[in-house]
């Protein structure tokens, strides 16, 4: 496998006004909820609570379920169906604890990196399956193909299809017809599916925002990890959830409870009151990312970058100038010349098709992407 770049240590070499790399919103923490847990705080609600989470938070969750995804979770079912984690990274660890230790999952090329490391740092092991590189498209035979053939062998049989909409890097939202046909993979080989909705609300384009699990008959087979790190700016408080049918959720549960505890517990209460607070809140933050998608794409557009039309708006995919075929050495320029880094495409992939494309992380304040868009015209102009 070749050497991929490292998004962490690009991060750390680029100044923070040109740091396009890392995938965090950096925009300022919601005023209400600052206050809320500067209060929880200071009230001394600073100790142990349950594995599965704060009861509070977790009827606020399960109202959001509802609302935005039309999937009513049953917050007094024991098993537990809904419990908060440690971040949606938390929740993947747990997965990969309980299902996945000598086994595989399938991924999506281009993928998330935390996706593979995760998975191999608990046992496990993870087999690609690389999308069109330009529509980011597949074919539901080629894919029940790919799954068969990795489900029937002896060492690290397939047990689930790993399913990241809107997608990190490439900010894909799949279609309906795209999810149906995992969901029929899925069912026709008895496959789970791990399905990460971190981006769900980043949704611009015509395709809305399908939770897999909404599906038929896909509850009963689906895991279902979120997080409130990017759409509450809040990635250091280490918040997130999973739910699904109660069977599927109590081990995870048992795994966190061991390896975490429980979550942070002023956190947790202070998002419990303000989560649901404003039935504008969401709309806005779509709104708000719309703007940022539009505003620099028709710059870097200008500049020679193709944008692919994702449907979402917290990164930008994109092939960098024609005149440049190595996204690495074009990001290293890019930091020298400019103080600007992105994240080049083969971060994310094993395959050769995606050494030209950069993810670009627009989740900054305006005034520093209008800053960071001016540094690359003075370096591609």
């Known amino acids: 496998?070749?050497?991929?770049?490292?998004?962490?240590?690009?991060?750390?070499?680029?100044?923070?006004?040109?740091?396009?790399v890392q995938g965090q919103s950096e925009l300022p923490?919601?005023?209400?909820?600052?206050?809320?847990?500067?209060?929880?705080?200071?009230?001394?609600?600073?100790h142990y609570g349950g594995s599965e989470g704060d009861a509070n938070l977790r009827k606020a969750v399960a109202a959001k379920i509802a609302k935005y995804n039309s999937i009513e979770v049953d917050v007094d079912a024991r098993p537990f169906e809904l419990m908060i984690t440690n971040g949606g990274t938390g929740a993947l660890i747990g997965i990969a604890h309980s299902y996945l230790r000598g086994k595989s999952a399938l991924v999506f090329e281009p993928y998330y990196p935390y996706h593979r490391r995760i998975l191999e740092e608990f046992g496990s092991k993870t087999e690609t399956f690389e999308l069109d590189a330009a529509t980011l498209g597949f074919e539901e035979g080629a894919l029940?193909?790919?799954?068969?053939?990795?489900?029937?062998?002896?060492?690290?049989?397939?047990?689930?299809?790993?399913?990241?909409?809107?997608?990190?890097?490439?900010?894909k939202v799949m279609s309906q017809t795209e999810l149906e046909a995992v969901a029929d993979v899925a069912k026709e080989l008895d496959l789970l599916v791990i399905s990460d909705e971190v981006y769900e609300h980043y949704v611009t384009g015509e395709n809305p925002h399908t939770p897999i699990a909404s599906l038929p008959d896909m509850w009963e087979?689906?895991?279902?990890?979120?997080?409130?790190?990017?759409?509450w700016n809040i990635s250091g408080w280490r918040l997130g959830y999973v739910y699904g049918k109660g069977d599927l959720i109590a081990p995870i549960n048992n795994a966190a409870?061991?390896?975490?505890?429980?979550?942070?517990?002023?956190?947790?209460?202070?998002?419990?009151?303000?989560?649901?607070?404003?039935?504008?809140?969401?709309?806005?933050?779509r709104d708000k990312f719309d703007g940022k998608r539009i505003a620099t794409s028709e710059i870097l557009t200008s500049l020679g970058f193709d944008i692919y039309n994702s449907g979402s708006a917290f990164y930008l995919w994109a092939r960098i100038p024609e005149q440049y075929n190595d996204a690495i050495t074009f990001n290293e320029m890019l930091m020298r010349d400019a103080g600007v880094g992105m994240t080049p495409g083969s971060a994310f992939a094993d395959g050769d098709d995606w050494d030209a494309m950069v993810r670009i992380c627009i989740a900054r304040e305006d005034t520093m992407l209008e800053g960071a868009m001016e540094k690359l015209r003075g370096v591609l102009s």
């Open 1 to 20: 496998m070749k050497v991929k770049p490292d998004i962490r240590a690009i991060t750390r070499l680029v100044p923070r006004e040109g740091n396009l």
């Open 29 to 46: 923490i919601d005023p209400q909820l600052a206050a809320e847990a500067a209060a929880i705080i200071a009230a001394s609600q600073n």
């Open 144 to 171: 029940l193909a790919r799954c068969r053939e990795l489900k029937d062998r002896a060492e690290f049989p397939l047990t689930a299809i790993i399913v990241c909409s809107p997608a990190n890097p490439s900010g």
């Open 221 to 231: 087979r689906t895991i279902t990890v979120n997080s409130f790190s990017k759409s």
């Open 257 to 285: 409870n061991v390896i975490y505890v429980c979550p942070a517990t002023p956190l947790q209460a202070a998002l419990s009151r303000t989560l649901m607070s404003d039935d504008t809140y969401y709309t806005r933050l």
